[in-house]
């Protein structure tokens, strides 16, 4: 059975400062239970946002110590299951987020869950993709809010980190600190409205150090596709930073020209949001595994 750090072990910034609170060696399979991003704290629809403990949000669980991690490795977490728990919430909430413009009054709206599924207000049923908005390492130096996505990894929102899917990060300290939190049972690719359907879950993973220098990170990998993904102020600035690492993946690494990786990454090659709505805004860059094997290249695994 895979040790556990339970979600009452949350932190809300990371930093090389905040202590571990499990360590594992490499490979070694751990759990980590995560809470939602209000950290539990909206639970009927009466519940208000002024009634929130701000400093409380987006708490993510651990972190994990992974024995060996060095500053400068990289650190590849497979995730074998990141399961939702529920039930979920969503808010609104006046001049917040991309259509705060629009949105006049504060509302909390709770979702159950039905087997596989959230209902929307009785109405709507959509079916469960359980994935992670925060999940990263500790940087090199400094404190980085969970809310803010970066370099390190943090509150990404991309809905691709889910079950079956790698990451990879640069280690910044020695254990790399590991953590993750901010479960969505279902979000939509930008998430609009500052949030999907937000809940509890459990996350089964491992990790370890694989030999890939130079990998632009972070980086995600599933089985059908190779993805960079990309943080900055602007969406321009953050869309330039996704094309940029993700040819000079496919030129330095997986051995392309620089005229078929940029030809290839129009043809075939997806431009796509994570989120819209953090303090930096996500944008990400999905490359076929099919057309790298092609070519010869498949992503080492140590």
């Not at 074998?80 to 039930?87: D, W």
């Not at 990454?265 to 819209?276: N, P």
Request: contains cysteine; proline residues 6%.
């Amino acid at each position: 059975m895979s040790s556990t750090v339970t979600r009452d072990k949350a932190f809300f910034a990371f930093s090389p400062d905040v202590l571990a609170v499990m360590r594992v060696a490499q490979g070694e399979e751990f759990a980590i239970e995560t809470h939602d991003c209000f950290s539990g704290q909206l639970k009927l629809s009466s519940d208000t946002l002024e009634t929130l403990d701000w400093s409380i949000t987006n708490p993510a669980t651990g972190p994990v110590y992974i024995e060996g991690a060095k500053p400068g490795d990289i650190l590849r977490v497979d995730l074998l299951e990141v399961k939702a728990t529920g039930p979920s919430v969503m808010v609104t909430i006046p001049d917040v987020g991309a259509l705060g413009e629009f949105i006049t009054e504060q509302e909390t709206t709770i979702l159950e869950h039905d087997g596989d599924n959230v209902v929307y207000k009785g109405k709507v049923r959509v079916k469960q993709k359980p994935m992670l908005g925060v999940i990263g390492v500790a940087p090199a130096e400094g404190e980085i809010p969970n809310s803010t996505p970066g370099g390190h990894g943090g509150n990404m929102d991309c809905t691709l980190v889910t079950t079956g899917s790698s990451l990879y990060f640069t280690v910044g300290v020695d254990g790399a600190l590991f953590g993750c939190g901010d479960m969505h049972a279902v979000m939509g690719d930008g998430e609009v409205v500052i949030c999907g359907a937000e809940t509890p879950g459990e996350v089964r993973a491992t990790a370890q150090v694989v030999a890939i220098p130079g990998l632009p990170t972070p980086f995600l990998e599933n089985d059908d596709m190779v993805v960079t993904i990309a943080s900055a102020e602007s969406t321009d600035e953050a869309y330039k930073m996704a094309l940029a690492q993700m040819h000079g993946f496919l030129t330095k690494i997986a051995g392309l020209s620089v005229n078929d990786a940029a030809m290839l990454m129009s043809l075939v090659g997806d431009l796509k949001f994570c989120q819209v709505v953090d303090p930096l805004l996500t944008v990400r860059f999905e490359f076929p595994k099919s057309v790298l094997r092609e070519y010869g290249f498949e992503m080492p695994r140590d």
